[in-house]
């Protein structure tokens, strides 16, 4: 059995976005990406940011915001490791994502690896 | 009907999810499989299927398309007909025919076009965020498309160029739909509207106003379609504040 991460306020968490979610001629995450009541991320430090990427791949998402787990716990959300086949850095945070909070979320992550801009 | 069933074209043999694409129609237009007939297209004429479900070789000239659905970036396409049966009583077939010309998937970054955006959320399937999103039943894109007719008529209303009004649409991992004016063309006011995955009794929509100069000025509530010209005033600085 994986054994559980307890996250750090310091943690970076990383999450897959759909090309449909990216605003492309701004460079930046939409809210869209981030309102999920159980929002699944890899947690940075239990992984890479290639082999987060590589995971996303096979499944044709190509691209990466990351966010500092402070921001998550500044609304008053969660976040449990919580392993599964495959990969050992999942992790959810957990809280109801309504209002300003997806904004915000989105506002304070950084898009590590953009899609490719042939797609 | 056989879940795979096989087209024989030009191009070799071509073999499809039957089930799936029933499915989507079953969800979308009400159609149901009975008497559905297989063909294909070939350079606009229809071909002769191989499969033995299919019912009636020879497919008389359809009537009226009634759905497509593309999968795997090939069309398939519903067709309604009516014939005569052996009592002279009309009946009403379904054609199930396959454009075997490979289409393009959306291009969801050169696309910024909103109707384009909002009907092309139909195409995406089940975890399409790679996570757990939900597809988009035609129910709620319709709703969605309410929405964006109503943008159009506010710019009319108010003058304004519909490029200056249009929206980003953006699909949500929860399986909402965004409609966000917001980033480079809204400097100082901004604002998301969200259709719901599933329709309420009263049709309302989640809403964020954010003044990007003030900190902490913000505004969520909710709205009906019939409000949608109040936030929009607010938007574009046309409620006078």
């Known amino acids: ?119 | 009907m056989t879940s795979n069933s096989f087209i024989n074209t030009k191009q070799g043999e071509f073999s499809f999810d039957t089930k799936s694409i029933n499915e989507s129609a079953e969800q979308f237009y009400n159609l149901y499989s009975q008497n559905i007939t297989l063909g294909a297209y070939q350079n606009n004429s229809l071909g002769i299927p191989k499969s033995s479900t299919a019912t009636e070789p020879n497919i008389s000239k359809p009537l009226k398309t009634v759905t497509k659905h593309v999968q795997e970036f090939y069309t398939f396409e519903y067709l309604k007909k009516r014939r005569l049966n052996k009592s002279q009583d009309t009946r009403t077939d379904f054609a199930l025919v396959v454009d075997t010309r490979k289409q393009e998937p959306f291009d969801w970054k050169k696309t910024t076009n909103a109707y384009q955006r909002i009907v092309h959320l139909a195409d995406l399937e089940d975890k399409w965020d790679g996570y757990n999103a939900p597809i988009f039943s035609k129910e709620q894109i319709n709703v969605a498309l309410d929405v964006y007719s109503k943008t159009r008529t506010y710019a009319i209303d108010r003058g304004l160029n519909f490029s200056k009004v249009e929206p980003f649409i953006a699909p949500c991992s929860d399986g909402s739909i965004l409609f966000e004016w917001a980033g480079k063309r809204f400097p100082s006011r901004q604002l998301e509207v969200y259709i719901p995955k599933e329709r309420e009794a009263e049709q309302s929509f989640e809403y964020l106003k954010s003044v990007e100069d003030s900190e902490g000025e913000e505004e969520e509530g909710k709205l009906s379609l019939n409000k949608l010209y109040h936030v929009l005033d607010w938007l574009f600085k046309l409620d006078g504040r």
């Open chain 1, 1 to 119: 059995m994986s054994e559980i991460y307890e996250v750090q306020p310091s943690d970076i968490l990383l999450r897959w976005l759909h090309p449909g979610q990216y605003k492309w001629d701004e460079g930046r995450a939409t809210s869209a990406a981030f309102r999920d009541e159980e929002m699944s991320v890899d947690i940075l430090c239990l992984t890479t940011l290639e082999e987060s990427y590589a995971r996303a791949k096979k499944i044709n998402k190509n691209a990466i915001a990351s966010l500092e787990v402070l921001f998550v716990l500044e609304k008053g959300l969660e976040v449990i490791h919580s392993p599964i086949e495959g990969n050992h850095a999942h992790a959810i945070v957990l809280g109801k994502k309504s209002g300003s909070i997806p904004k915000f979320l989105a506002k304070n992550s950084k898009i590590e690896i953009y899609p490719p801009s042939e797609n």
